[in-house]
DNA sequence: CTGAAAGCGCTTACAG
DNA sequence: CTGAAAGCGCTTACAG
């Protein structure tokens, strides 16, 4: 059984009071009590009961995230960014993933409730389009940032890269390297950056007097962006089209899906089609060819959602009230050999 | 403020004890009383204070994962093993990243004990050599599991693949097709996983007539299975000797490494040079060549790890004692372009 | 069937 | 400088 504070006082012959105001460093302890209890503490490897320390405290040192997939190159990123600077606060991470299921992703942040985290950091499932359960959490005065998958009408702090503009640079490379006719893997359609990324791909176009194509546009029917869905997509628009020369995909896993097909059907990436892709996943600097992409800075969105959501926290222990911030992190467009076309006319 | 239980019993005219049973369908409640108080405490939507029962029952309902790497393909797929078994059982997961070092690895595991959870799954870093905090932990009668990167010293339960056979049916394989003189790319020297994967190699050569050979060994100085690692070995590798036929490498990320250096030096894979790599990384199937490797079950092992951890925690509050098991999950090999030689003589 | 009481292990306002 | 007391919110053995 761990030691307790009574035994350490006991063995003392002090109080439980004093010993717990020993640890402490309190001001009105004598010099000579605290080296003593200290000591002893040491001695006999003592750790406060976290339970009993939180019951009082009203703290539990510990947050929850949830998040739509684990395994997942963005967002186990993601996940190392906020466990390092949770660690460096002393706080613990639990993980919870919603498979992007609406579902799930409620009653989980139902348990995180319960179980008394000290705050939420959440980024949502594709199937998510009610928010009345995030809604809830920040009213029972739970601070939560949102991160990447946001939701625009939800009051909180939100920790976003620029989707819109991320794409419309994606697609104006696709441009500027001379493609005529553009397509679009446009993912899921519910989430937020699905929708930002297809506006990015389309103000693009009208803004070079590309004319806007809705039979272009390819949407999954699956629900998560997947490689499958990118050889599914990639095959369709072979039947569809043989004059498209660049595809802007919504997520670099689905362009490798893409490539793979395109190389099963013998349709040359990047000379016959261009491809940009989204998210730099690793995968994409060592595939062939290697994929042109937007650099989506994971592990520093993990970082600042929870510095954003500590000083929240911190702010409502001291009963200040933080105004939600929306932070824009900076991405970059990373050319590589899917946009490298080989001149040759 | 979340509602409490006394609020209840208040509003009831009821005694807290009462209550409490109430909602906890104790026999010797009116069957009256207890759809009052569970009907209040629906409408007020009460949440027990999960501290205060956790200083009462001394559970948790967490637990704790200390993973060397968090982005990694094998382990994001046993975190999420973890996860879904956990709750299925209504149990939370902390997760916590060693980064391959021996004394964040060992920070950790003492904030977990700190924090109470009822158990820890660890898998070791590669700068693990000494144990105590672990047997420590044990000792204080905390359910451990280890997973995948174990210490055969720790009497605990172990859930692993095994890596002796698994290496040595890689090995074996590039004898199958032909190859004379194979090299083995090992990684760090520490793990158990290492050091039995490079014993299968040694057997699988002596086996078959093939003198081992220590040169033929290529260390990693860094201390993780690394892309870089894999291009430096590679290059080394191509100074050393021009008639090595095959290699068995550690990891697929490595493997990756070694495949993207030798098309840079116009070594053909698998004609001049065969590979097998372990672990299935996905990436290995899009990659060109596709790569042989062994599927090592990171999501089978994530929830047979907590499921053995569960039955130990379930044991133990109820005094029972549990032998130890070590459960071997299996492996397979998948043979792909990367030991596909074209026959050309 | 109901409830007063003790207690989990700590913290902190208060008295001396 | 020290400590008795109250209390965080619950559970459970015990009395009635």
Redesign the interface.
Known sequence: M?ITLKEIAEKLNISVTTASKALKDYADVSPKTKAKVKALAKELNY??????V??RTKE???IGVIIPE????FF??V??GI??EA?KKGY??????SNESYDMEKKQLE??????VDGVLISLANGTNNFDHIKKAIQ?NKPVVMFDKIAKVVNCSKIIINDIDAAYNATKHLIDIGCKKIAHFRGPLLPQNSIDRFIGYKRALEDHDMKYDPSLVYLCECGDNS?EEGKINAQQLHQDFNDVDGIFINTDLVA?GAI?AFQELGVNIPNDIAIVGFSNW??ST???PSISTIDQPGYAMGQTSFNQLYKEIKAQKYGDYVEPETITLKTELLKRGSTQKTICN
């Open positions: 761990p750790q406060p009961n976290a339970f009993a939180h019951l539990s040192k510990t684990v395994v997942h190159h186990s990123n996940i190392r466990i390092s660690e613990l991470v639990i993980i919870l993933q348990l995180l409730m319960k179980q008394q029972q490689f490798i793979t690793f995968m060592v595939i062939t």
